[in-house]
C-alpha cells in the first residue's frame, strides 16, 4: 500500500523558512517523480512545485520561484521543500503527492495526508 | 499557461440521478502520440486529501466505482456520476498535466438534492 506522510508544518512569521519533508513507502521512491501541491484553507488547489525521479529536473509555480527547493533523498525514501522567505499568501495544507510516472507529463495518483502552513506574525 | 475553466460552481443532484461536471482548458491537451488527453479527475471528500478518479480523460483508476466516467475531447471534457450515491458528496476536480506549470480547475461542490 502507498503510503505519504507529511511533517514540518508549523505557524511561521512573514519572511520565515521552514522545511517540509514527505516519507513514503509502498513502492519505489527512486522510478517516480514527486510533487507538493498545496490548497489554502477552503480554497482550491494549486501545484507547487515537481522533482523528477532521479533528481535532475525541477519546476515550479510562479508564486514559489525563487523562494522554494524541492529536493528529494531516494536513500530515506523521502521528499522535502525548503520554504524561503514566506509570506501570508503561502498559507496552505501542504500535500506530497506521487506522479505516475518518472517525470512531468503524468497525472498524481496519489497523495499524502496534508501538513499545515501557517504564515502570520 | 494553460487554463482550466471548471462549471458549474456547485452541483445539487438527487440520489440515483446523474450528475455532469465540465471542464474547458485552453489551449487543446492532446497528446498526438497516443491521442489521449492530458486531463485527471480528482474528488476530495470533506475533511480528507484528494482521490484519483479518472486519468487520461477517460481511463478509470484501479477500484474506482464504474458508475464514474471521463469524456471529453480537444478543449471540453466531462466527469459523470451515473446515479449518484450518498458517498459521493464531494468537491471534485479537474486537472490539466500536459507540462508544468500544471493547473487544476477551480472545483465543483457536489450535494444532494
Known amino acids: 500500500e502507498v503510503q505519504l506522510v507529511e511533517s514540518g508544518g508549523a505557524v511561521v512569521q512573514p519572511g520565515g523558512s521552514l522545511r517540509l519533508s514527505c516519507v513514503s513507502s509502498?513502492?519505489?521512491?527512486?522510478?517516480?517523480?514527486m510533487h507538493w501541491v498545496r490548497q489554502a484553507p477552503g480554497k482550491g488547489l494549486e501545484w507547487v512545485s515537481l522533482v523528477s525521479w532521479d533528481g535532475g529536473t525541477t519546476y515550479y509555480a510562479d508564486s514559489v520561484k525563487g523562494r522554494f527547493i524541492i529536493s528529494r533523498d531516494d536513500s530515506k525514501h523521502s521528499l522535502f521543500l525548503q520554504m524561503n522567505s514566506l509570506r501570508p499568501e503561502d498559507t496552505a495544507f501542504y500535500y506530497c503527492?506521487?506522479?505516475?510516472?518518472?517525470?512531468?507529463?503524468?497525472?498524481?495518483?496519489?497523495w499524502g495526508q496534508g501538513t499545515l502552513v501557517t504564515v502570520s506574525s | 499557461d494553460i487554463v482550466m475553466t471548471q462549471s458549474p460552481d456547485s452541483l445539487a443532484v438527487s440520489l440515483g440521478e446523474r450528475a455532469t461536471i465540465n471542464c474547458k482548458s485552453s489551449p487543446s491537451l492532446l497528446y498526438k502520440s497516443n491521442k489521449k488527453y492530458f486531463l485527471a479527475w480528482y474528488q476530495q471528500k470533506p475533511g480528507q486529501s484528494p482521490k484519483l478518479l479518472i486519468y487520461w480523460a477517460s481511463t478509470r483508476e484501479f477500484g474506482v466505482p464504474d458508475r464514474f466516467s471521463g469524456s471529453g475531447s480537444g478543449t471540453d471534457f466531462t466527469l459523470t456520476i451515473s446515479s449518484l450515491q450518498a458517498e459521493d458528496v464531494a468537491v471534485y476536480y479537474c486537472l490539466q498535466y500536459e507540462s508544468p506549470p500544471y493547473t487544476f480547475g477551480q472545483g465543483t461542490k457536489l450535494e444532494i438534492k
Open positions: 509502498g513502492f519505489t521512491f527512486g522510478d517516480y517523480g
Open positions: 503527492v506521487k506522479s505516475a510516472a518518472f517525470s512531468y507529463a503524468y497525472h498524481f495518483d496519489y
